[in-house]
């Protein structure tokens, strides 16, 4: 088998890998948007594959997902298929028109009558993140994909370490966290509680800036509402997001849990205005703050993309107001801003408004990733989705490992 990876061996976002086995057949995993512009260079999304595998639904691995040739058979979960389903419903751009071929945790399957390919369920932000062990001319390469221990799924990590696949010959590790520094909050749990800490002496409404598709941070919030008898409100985007992870996730909130509202925006209702959305639109009208928030706004936490100023301004003359930014804070600097950075600043730097960052990472410790590579014990390492793969390596050296290869992008290493 060859291993070609086109983008990843330095840098986090990108993420290709190419596998080609010796009967010529071709599978890519992961086919993430660059998350910086240093390498523009994507034109070997153009090249003509097999298959692809999509480890899970952020940017930085299914990103460009939709100029590969729309006859190569994309293989992804079904949670992580909806919710990049999802995201096109609420920007109202048309859906991805990939043929689709659903996968479900631990069930192998042979791709292109050559790679055998099992997913493994992974702890990581997103709700459905996959690790793959893929085999095809008797070798055996694991994919790590996005994973940490720390989340409210961390049991996933621990079955690993436990049950780790046998007789790796290549592990491609992740190695996000090597350039960032020391956490915080090293676990969802913590974030819990601090979040906990602060809604319970809350004057005034809080607002706990995330992500949507951040089901871990998002039950977090509602543990933490849960205990202070507070109220959740969320948008409409959230509202179906949450609908569609509960298919496979039964016990998670919705909108028709009583301590659940949903704020309307019109952009968002827009979206929905289909006859295919008929009864969720009837729910979201059902579970509508409406104007309750203005009664008694201590009663309410809003978990959000980004608060709207306007209601932050009817709300200020009850009190200090509460605004958790709880997201990797490299999204309020130069480089990775989003776009609701500025209003955040505005709001962090006002009197007015309490601002706290309460956030744990998606990814895993230098400590977790030893821990599994020395369970797995494969034959070689190779870092990808990092900012420093040398550290990686110096890390593991320390620890005793001899085996961890550096890679460059885009040169075919025969395994
Ligand atoms: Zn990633
Ligand atoms: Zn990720």
């Known amino acids: ?68 040739d729309k006859s190569i058979p994309v293989y992804i979960g079904g949670v992580s298929l909806d919710l990049i389903r999802a995201t096109k419903i609420f920007l109202g751009k048309p859906m991805p028109t990939n043929i689709f071929m659903v996968l479900e945790p ?6 292109a009558d050559t790679f055998k390919v099992c997913p493994y369920l992974m702890d990581h932000s997103s709700p459905e993140a996959f690790a793959f062990l893929i085999e095809a001319d008797g070798k055996r390469v694991f994919y790590t994909g996005d994973f940490r221990s720390t989340g409210w799924k961390r049991k996933l990590y621990y079955k690993l370490l436990k049950e780790p696949p046998a007789k790796i010959d290549l592990l491609l590790t992740e190695g996000t966290m090597v350039e960032r520094s020391s956490q915080a909050y090293p676990t969802e749990k913590s974030v819990q509680e601090a979040i906990n800490k602060v809604i319970r002496e809350q004057q ?51 909108i028709d849990w009583d301590n659940i509202l949903v704020y309307n925006h019109p952009h968002q209702l827009e979206k929905i205005a289909g006859v295919e959305y008929t009864s969720f639109r009837e729910r979201i009208a059902k579970n ?41 804070k490299g999204y309020l600097e130069e480089g990775h801003k989003t776009y609701c950075a500025e209003t955040i600043q505005e709001l962090a730097d006002s009197k007015e408004v309490a601002f706290q960052h309460i956030h744990t990472s998606g990814h895993a410790t230098l400590f977790d990733l030893k821990r599994m590579a020395k369970a797995m014990d494969p034959k070689k390492i190779v870092p990808i989705h990092t900012e420093n793969p040398v550290k990686i390596q110096q890390e593991f050296v320390k620890a005793g490992f001899t085996n961890v290869e550096l890679w460059d992008d885009g040169i075919e290493y025969q395994l």
């Not at 998350?35 to 691995?61: C, E, F, G, M, W």
């Not at 631990?106 to 791709?111: E, P």
Request: charged fraction near 20%; charge should be positive; glycine fraction near 6%.
């Open 204 to 254: 005034n409404v809080t607002f706990v800036v995330s992500s949507a598709q951040n089901i871990d941070r998002l039950v977090s919030v509602v543990k933490a509402c849960n205990t202070n008898k507070k109220k959740l409100v969320i948008d409409v985007y959230n509202a179906w997001v949450l609908d569609m992870v509960k298919k496979k996730a039964p016990n998670l909130p919705t």
């Open 1 to 68: 088998m060859k291993i070609n990876i086109y983008r990843g061996t330095k840098e986090i976002g990108g993420n290709c890998i190419e596998l080609t086995a010796n009967n010529g057949k071709v599978l890519w995993i992961d086919i993430g948007a660059p998350l910086d512009l240093t390498n523009p260079d994507i034109s070997y999304t153009k090249k003509r594959v097999d298959a692809l595998l999509i480890s899970h639904p952020h940017q930085d691995h299914y990103g460009l997902m939709e100029n590969v």
């Open 106 to 111: 631990w069930d192998g399957k042979t791709i």
């Open 288 to 328: 509508d703050i409406g104007n309750k928030v203005f009664g008694s706004p201590a009663e309410f936490v809003y978990f959000l993309r980004c608060p709207n100023t306007k209601l932050v301004k009817d709300l200020l003359h009850n009190g200090t107001i509460n605004l958790i930014y709880s997201q990797w």
